[in-house]
């Protein structure tokens, strides 16, 4: 009942609507027609988003395609191939659409991305990130990438390799997430493609498209650090104090920018996300969950209080963060907003990096694992408030955490060959093994701010040794400076 289908009815509702609302401002019919388009097309831009290629959606009919290739040798040429409409596209909870196979298996897709990075050595693939009811450990759909060009007058099919996002734990969750591999082949590589669909039969009536998204930066050198968030689920609960001090000192460790997904916030949250955009430090981006699972946002956030499905569906917004990004930044660090990489004497990432990739066999292909340390309440409630800095500053008043650190590391990921990785280090990289080497201490460490001790961490959070740990007050006087300015900007103290 979460599916729906963008159908030509509803279009035409929506136009009237657009119409109603245009006609009482417009001088002349022309003008009205012409305003009308443009809004209905800005509707669609903003309800998708970049994941589907609007433009080519926009027309009165579909194309016929003059040429189609297939690559596949089983397969003859399709004289009846259409690139598909509007209303041809089947949808799932607004931001994904859906394939569903013959035998019964049903692939979300949520984004296309144009990979060709150095390393692939000329060889460019589609990577489409998707979740699906499949669940066996060699997953093989028995489907083929249509590859379309920008005027939609030819499309090359193509075989493609499927990879598992996450390991097969958690069997009674319904979804898994994919990444889906198209390869480019040789007549088209000098060309990016424009968008991408799945098929299981390839002469068959094309259902859903994707936009390929090639984020190539024009006459600009990458940038060093962003950072990837997952899907923000507060629905009554408040941490826009917090949210203000950790953006502020993201800013102050020289992160370009922050990345995350909206699926439900308090309002709170939502003025200071949308006072950090305006600023250019956070790229928000809705998201809804793919499937039948629920989107109220009470129901979601039950739903996702299980922390199976929780680990199971943020796979697509952490790799959808870092396919967005590989071309503009140099590295992707992928943290939840309770955990903040800290440097011991570097003032900022870039210093850390720099004094890191000094040593013998720290080079390009270098990810760069940090320990995480536990920080606890009860750890500052036992030695008391700092009085000289204000109460509401919590990290700053929280300097004392687990000597011993967390099992699990937090990685900052290079963009030149990573592939899938889990949100604790690297699992498949290009070009062979993923080259990981892991910090101590000593040079930086993450700090894991929690209320309280979790049953799975106590090992590395109950009585354990506590040691204080002042390396935040570093940046003490400017952060205090910078979070009250705009804590009292944005009217929250």
Partial sequence: RYQWKFTSSLRNHIKDTFHQETSATSSTESDRVSKLSETFEEYLKNQFDTNIPIEMLMVNKSSQISKSLFVHKNYNLCPSLKFPLLGDIQFNNTYWQYLKTKMGKIIYIYSAYYDNRSILKNNPVIRILAMSNEVKRSPDFGIFCHIWSKDKRFVLTTNVSIIRLAPLNYQNCPLRGYLITCEIPQEIRKQVPTAVSLAEDPCLKVKNVLRVINNQPEGET??????????????????????????????????????????????????????????????????????????????????????????????????????????????????????????????????????????????????????????????????????????????????????????????????????????????????????????????????????????????????????????????????????????KLLHLI
């Fill in 222 to 487: 990458k940038k060093d650090f962003a950072v990837c968030l997952k899907g923000f689920d507060f629905v009554n609960y408040d941490i826009s104090i917090y949210l203000v001090e950790w953006l502020e000192l993201i800013s102050l460790l020289g992160i370009h920018k922050v990345y995350l997904y909206n699926l439900n916030l308090h309002p709170n949250m939502s003025k200071v996300l949308n006072y950090y955009r305006n600023r250019g430090l956070v790229h928000v981006t809705p998201l809804t969950l793919a499937g039948n699972v629920p989107n109220i946002p009470k129901l979601q956030h039950d739903f996702l209080e299980s922390k199976a499905n929780q680990l199971l569906h943020e796979k697509i917004p952490f790799h959808d963060c870092f396919y967005m990004n590989m071309n503009r930044y140099n590295y992707i660090a992928v943290l939840d907003i309770d955990e903040i990489i800290l440097p011991v004497n570097a003032k900022s990432w870039r210093e850390l990096i720099k004094d890191i990739t000094k040593r013998k066999n720290n080079g390009l292909y270098t990810n760069f694992l940090f320990r995480r340390n536990i920080v606890l309440d009860e750890m500052r409630q036992t030695h008391g408030y700092d009085y000289s800095l204000p109460s509401y500053m919590y990290m700053l008043q929280n300097i004392y955490r687990s000597k011993v650190s967390e099992r699990n590391p937090k990685t900052i990921f290079n963009t030149v060959n990573t592939v899938v990785f889990s949100t604790h280090e690297p699992r498949i990289c290009l070009g062979g093994r993923c080259i990981n080497k892991r910090h101590n201490v000593a040079k930086a460490s993450v700090f894991h701010y929690r209320s309280r001790c979790k049953k799975k961490k106590q090992a590395s959070c109950n009585n354990v040794e506590v040691v204080n740990d002042t390396r935040i007050w570093n940046y003490k006087d400017e952060l205090v400076q910078r979070a009250t300015a705009t804590l």
